[in-house]
């Protein structure tokens, strides 16, 4: 299968690049603003010449049998900074790869949406029922990284003849993550490796962390699945509290940490104290996840701090 990957240089890609790269029938082409920089990654991972790099000029002349898009942003830091652009970075790459359908109509397309497109509070985990609650009349910046991806979402369901699955990532994690990133997991790992009091707010959330190897068999099973027009929820095999995730951080890793009232938290899409899904509609594809959310993390975050420990 020719699969092209839009983003190659977001770590959700790089991570499922390394995935494929396990499997000899898998031809990838790896498309990104700075090509250079997947390169040199390639190199570092000891993948140099396995796959094609070029910008996204080379785009429209590929044979491909699906594309995968990861552009986008995955700090919120960097939400916060882009701000509106956000709307004109998703709908230009989107509509690159549904002008490319109108002449490939059996090409499959994985859009990498968000569980921002609820647009929900997430008072409660969503589920297959829940509707996007969208301020239209009052819409602030930390809204507009979910309406661009609910916005993208309503696009594809527009094309019914194309083969287009949205995938809602909500919380991902793995050994790859920039550790300077503003995520509680993150906030995480700095204390632990600085020795440092991490400081925290007492406010309750809940998490669902998909692990690498997860999402790799999610994908796989949506590319092998039947040609839908559709969109699904990620999840593993079981959500996480922040303070049960604390207590482990702690007992494991020696965390510190202390619960006050004045943390700074950036919040760059909005509070969210359950957020995850319920809604498990991608098991029709097969997809069965394999680890919960700490067991995920707890592999994830030995595997970093041992990576930090030969580093210092």
């Known amino acids: ?82 701000g509106n652009a956000i709307f004109d970075v998703t709908l230009r790459f989107d509509e690159m790869v549904l002008e490319y359908l109108r002449s490939h109509s059996a090409c499959r397309y ?71 990133a503003c995520f509680l997991i993150t906030d995480i790992l700095r204390a632990i490796r600085d020795r440092t009091v991490l400081k925290t707010s007492s406010e309750y959330t809940v998490r669902d962390y998909l692990h690498p190897f997860d999402f790799y068999r999610l994908v796989t099973v949506l590319l092998a699945g039947p040609m839908s027009n559709t969109v699904v929820d990620c999840y593993s095999r079981a959500p996480i509290d922040k303070l049960s995730l604390l207590a482990v951080m702690q007992e494991q890793f020696g965390l510190q940490y202390d619960i006050t009232e004045t943390a700074t938290i950036v919040n760059a899409t909005g509070a969210k104290p359950h957020y995850y899904s319920l809604n498990t509609c991608a098991a029709e594809f097969g997809y069965q996840p394999s680890l919960t959310s700490l067991e995920g993390v707890i592999q994830e975050v030995t595997a970093i701090l041992k990576r930090l420990a030969v580093r210092n």
Not at 38 to 50: C, F, K, N, P, Y
Not at 62 to 75: W, Y
Not at 156 to 179: E, G, M
């Open 1 to 82: 299968m020719r699969i092209a990957i839009l983003g190659a240089t977001s770590q959700i890609a790089k991570d499922l690049v390394i995935s494929f790269s396990k499997t000899e029938d898998i031809q990838l082409y790896l498309f990104a603003r700075r090509p250079d920089k997947v390169i040199a990654w390639l190199s570092l991972t000891g993948l140099t010449d396995r796959y094609r790099v070029d910008d996204f000029s080379g785009f429209a002349h590929s044979k491909l049998d699906a594309v995968i898009n990861f552009v986008g942003i995955g700090n919120p830091a960097q939400t916060v900074v882009l």
């Open 110 to 180: 994985l859009f990498l949406s968000s569980g921002s497109a609820y647009g929900t509070s997430f008072i409660e985990p969503a589920d297959s029922d829940t509707q996007a609650v969208i301020a239209i009349n009052n819409l602030a910046p930390q809204d507009w990284y979910g309406v661009a991806k609910l916005h993208a979402e309503c696009r594809h369901r527009a094309h019914p003849d194309y083969s287009i699955i949205d995938i809602r990532v909500f919380n991902y994690f793995s050994r790859t993550q920039d550790i300077s």
